[in-house]
């Protein structure tokens, strides 16, 4: 009967947890790796996955699941972000083709085409994932996405280039001449182009992504499977508990070690 354990069983439970060492960590930097950010709790975590996480020094399918969970929300911020780029460059094409080659952009065409492209600098501007701008600055900037925790097949990390109006080629247009207006277009469709290329990379690495997130998901669940924490019993292990305490609890110890089984009496 599990009654019988009494204070032996307490032993028990300490003996575990002095055998298993929690190894989680907060950055004390906002560096945006995947391998700094995966080792710090969430706050969405519940509490038996951290206690779960913790009891198994969060070396695991936890680690590699926050990595893929942080490089899966970066990858949806940064296309969000190119999409409305790609939205307003769509309609700055439209914008100029409307006037025709060779006609010089009117005073008011010239205000509408000023403002979309102020537009594409705030979306770049505001293009942000943990803080740091995503579509933004002079370079590009890479970005980790795998730690030592995640499947061999999770990309090791995305590279994101700027999108503002100077970095696509957009910052110094001549909108006063029919000769600036046709060279406006072509620069247009280059930036068009450009962001569509970029977002095809981004679809190609978020479904890598979930692929790597499923298959993290499955050694979890064998994680889980192949011997939960004692004190923390998945759902299914608490059922069974309850049918059968006396079967569940053999189940339980029936592959401790021996320095640990003594201990039970």
């Known amino acids: 009967m599990v009654d019988s354990i009494g204070s032996n069983g307490s032993a028990l439970r300490s003996a575990q947890q002095a055998s298993l060492t929690a190894t989680t960590s907060t950055p004390g930097s906002a560096t945006l790796t995947a391998a700094q950010i995966a080792r710090a709790p969430r706050a969405g975590d519940s509490a038996s996955n951290v206690s779960v996480s913790n009891n198994r020094g969060d070396s695991g399918a936890a680690r590699g699941q926050r990595a893929l969970s942080f490089g899966s929300s970066l990858v949806q911020s940064a296309s969000d972000g190119l999409a409305d780029i790609g939205s307003v460059l769509s309609q700055i094409g439209d914008l100029l083709d409307e006037g ?101 990379q981004l679809n190609a690495t978020s479904a890598a992504l979930e692929q790597s997130s499923a298959e993290v998901a499955s050694i979890n669940e064998n994680q889980y499977a192949a011997g939960a924490s004692f004190d923390t019993p998945p759902a299914s292990a608490q059922a069974s508990l309850l049918a059968d305490p006396a079967g569940a609890y053999a189940a339980q110890t029936q592959n401790l070690p021996p320095a640990l089984l003594s201990l039970i009496g």
């Open 100 to 200: 025709g080659n060779g006609s010089a952009p009117s005073d008011e065409e010239r205000e509408t085409l000023n403002a979309r492209l102020d537009e594409i600098d705030r979306i770049a501007g505001d293009t942000r994932f943990e803080g740091a701008p995503l579509l933004a600055g002079k370079g590009p900037q890479t970005f980790a996405l795998a730690n030592d925790a995640t499947p061999a097949s999770t990309p090791s990390a995305i590279t994101l280039s700027p999108a503002s109006t100077q970095a696509l080629g957009l910052g110094s247009l001549d909108l006063t001449t029919g000769a600036g207006r046709t060279a406006a277009r072509e620069a247009v469709g280059a930036a068009q182009q450009f962001v569509t290329g970029q977002l095809s």
